[in-house]
């Protein structure tokens, strides 16, 4: 059996591309179980790009080892979600669903379902890595075929594919055909922060700016996920001036924090804060005396996105610089549901947040992709903290911070490099530490 992808080329924009992977990956979910009750399915996976934790696919891919794919097809056409049959073969089952993103199911036997899954989640540019690689050991690697003296050599495992060409298994989403085979052995690939190293969300929004539930919901909510911090982080006045008139509305709000902190105060860690918008000229939107009463402040760029490359990046330094700021939110503008990409100088803007020691947010928003895996990297390399929220504006939404951890592995960071990871008293000596050393170089 060959192995047929439908990966084309990664361009430079492909942000573009029609989907984002918030609204596909739970659609490749539901697929994904149905395709597991079907009889004659033994394993699926889904595979692609969403494996490899893209912010945007063009396609839904799962890659199943069935023991009659006919059979399982038949099984497929009988589900409802599609509007349209594009392939359907023993080795392939393309649909048209009816959210308007393409389903490709490839088939295999279960002993060449390593081959298959880690053929279909591989860039191109990756496999033809691993191509060159079965070279050097005088093997033959193509379309996700290994052979040995001319022999196919099957396999069941990933794992046991990558250990035939002398390589630890790569994890897939650092398979984007970079550098991932020059030193293999020492990616520290099983140190890559996983959704169980976060402790803490820094940046949700409840009912008292534009989300859907109360202080203490969105408290339960993170103690429902094993958090052990959650930072309420509502915008400020700007953002909301048809509502309130003035920032008193935090001063009630703190009142709420407080009567929470005592009931839940063995359970989790409630901190003060807010979202403050930078404005136009760097300035921040709230004044010293309430910016000194938050324990945390994440700032924004949220208007006036399109300003020339070097005054938007002299206004976001300008806020990198306020010694309350602590994090700085979603950098680069916003993708949906409009394209407001910020033109920055990165480098500028990285080593400024080194200098100040002020986070980059990873955001898990899908609005948000645009701080992703190359720009972290360099970030981290110049010494910048990574925050990593789920920018939630409801309980539900707590959940989407695995995107938020997609992006990080693609960076290859470790779960030490992201402060969501520390303990609440790690993260509470971290800001306080911050405060005073901002304040006290100025």
Not at 28 to 54: P, Y
Not at 210 to 238: F, Y
Not at 404 to 409: K, N
Request: aromatic share 6%; charged share 25%; proline share 4%.
């Amino acid at each position: 059996m060959i192995f047929r992808s439908g990966q084309t080329t990664d361009y430079q924009f492909e942000i573009f591309k029609k989907f984002s992977s918030h609204d596909a990956y739970p659609e490749a979910e539901k697929w994904l179980g149905m395709l597991r009750s079907i009889d004659d399915v033994i394993q699926a996976e889904i595979t692609g790009d969403l494996r490899r934790g893209k912010s945007t696919v063009g396609s839904i891919e799962i890659a199943a080892a069935a023991q009659n794919s006919e059979s399982v097809i038949t099984s497929v056409l009988g589900l409802e979600g599609y509007m349209d049959v594009e392939e359907a073969t023993p080795d392939t089952l393309r649909l048209l669903l009816t959210s308007g993103i393409q389903l490709i199911i490839r088939f295999s036997k279960l002993i060449q379902f390593g081959s298959l899954l880690q053929f279909t989640t591989g860039s191109p540019a990756h496999n033809e890595l691993l191509e060159n690689r079965g070279e050097s050991l005088n093997l033959s690697y193509q379309s996700g075929r290994l052979e040995k003296n001319g022999a196919l050599v099957e396999f069941e495992t990933e794992g046991s594919l990558y250990s035939a060409l002398g390589l630890p298994l790569i994890p897939p989403e650092l398979r984007e055909g970079e550098n991932e085979l020059e030193t293999p052995h020492s990616l520290n690939t099983s140190h890559l922060i996983a959704q169980t190293d976060i402790k803490s969300d820094l940046h949700v929004h409840t009912d008292f700016s534009d989300g859907k539930d109360s202080v203490e919901e969105m408290v339960c909510g993170a103690l429902i996920r094993n958090l052990s911090a959650i930072a309420i982080t509502d915008h400020s006045p700007s953002m909301l001036y048809r509502r309130y008139s003035d920032d008193s509305y935090l001063l009630e709000q703190h009142e709420v924090i407080d009567q929470l902190r005592k009931k839940y105060s063995t359970h989790i860690t409630i901190l003060k804060g807010i979202e403050a918008d930078i404005l136009p000229n760097g300035a921040i939107d709230l004044s010293a005396a309430m910016l000194k009463k938050m324990d945390i402040v994440v700032a924004s760029l949220h208007v006036e996105l399109d300003q020339p490359r070097e005054e938007i990046t002299a206004r976001l330094i300008r806020a990198i610089e306020n010694p309350f700021v602590d994090i700085i939110g979603h950098p680069g503008g916003r993708l949906y549901p409009m394209a407001d990409i910020t033109d920055l100088d990165w480098d500028k803007i990285f080593r400024a947040a080194a200098y100040n020691q002020v986070a980059l947010e990873i955001n898990s928003h899908k609005s948000h992709p645009l701080f992703e895996d190359e720009k972290v990297r360099q970030a981290v390399a110049l010494g910048v903290p990574i925050a990593l929220d789920s920018d939630s504006h409801s309980t539900a939404m707590l959940d989407q911070s695995r995107f938020g951890i997609s992006i990080a592995r693609r960076a290859g960071l470790s779960s030490d490099q992201v402060i969501n990871t520390w303990s609440p008293n790690h993260l509470q000596l971290w800001l306080k530490a911050h405060r005073k050393s901002t304040a006290a170089e100025r």
